[in-house]
């Protein structure tokens, strides 16, 4: 009888700077747990400051989904895009796929609440519509009903 498969643990962060290393972080963020996830940002904060946790984090607050959250990811992308560190400047094409990729997200977001919004407008619009439809169509059930024109000659009109 085979074992159930775990998820990953989340694995403290290092300043491993080799370039597969964020990119293995990444995909480690996609198979985690709310748990883990929230676990992994207690480590993060607890880390010091340097361009890899910096975009770990970036990674982590992107991976959250959140308008706040990617705002805050972008913020510190853009902390690694204009370092010249020689740590930062190794992260500098992740760091802009995730500001491309996240800022895309972002402007995705506000234009599904524009036409959120457009649309629960345009159902108001439609409602009050129908609501005057059933107000005429009242109206006109009271009206009393008009005899039917009748022909010189005596024959009803059709």
Same mark, same amino acid.
């Given at each position: 009888m085979p074992a159930p498969a775990t998820a990953p643990a989340p694995v403290a962060v290092s300043d491993d700077?080799?370039?597969?290393?964020?990119?293995?972080y990444y995909q480690m963020l996609q198979r985690m747990t709310a748990a883990q996830v929230n676990r992994e940002r207690t480590?993060?904060?607890?880390?010091?400051?340097?361009?890899?946790s910096?975009?770990?984090?970036?990674?982590?607050?992107?991976?959250? %989904?959140?308008? *706040?959250?990617l705002t805050k990811a972008l913020s510190l #992308?853009?902390? &690694?895009?204009?370092?010249?560190d020689s740590a930062a400047a190794s992260l500098h094409p992740l760091a802009r796929l995730l500001a491309d990729s996240y800022g895309e997200r972002l402007r995705l977001?506000?234009?599904?609440?524009?036409?959120?919004?457009?649309l629960?407008?345009?159902? %108001?619009?439609? *409602?009050?519509?129908?609501?005057?439809?059933?107000? #005429?169509?009242? &109206?006109?059930?009271t009206l009393p009903q008009r005899p039917r024109a009748t022909r010189p000659n005596g024959g009803a009109a059709r």
């Open positions: 700077n080799g370039p597969l290393a964020p990119l293995a480590l993060l904060a607890a880390v010091p400051t340097s361009p890899n910096q975009l770990r984090t970036a990674m982590l607050l992107g991976h959250a %989904r959140t308008q *706040a959250d #992308l853009d902390g &690694i895009l204009k370092s010249t977001d506000a234009q599904l609440e524009k036409q959120g919004q457009q629960r407008e345009s159902q %108001r619009k439609a *409602a009050e519509l129908q609501e005057k439809l059933d107000e #005429l169509a009242a &109206i006109e059930r």
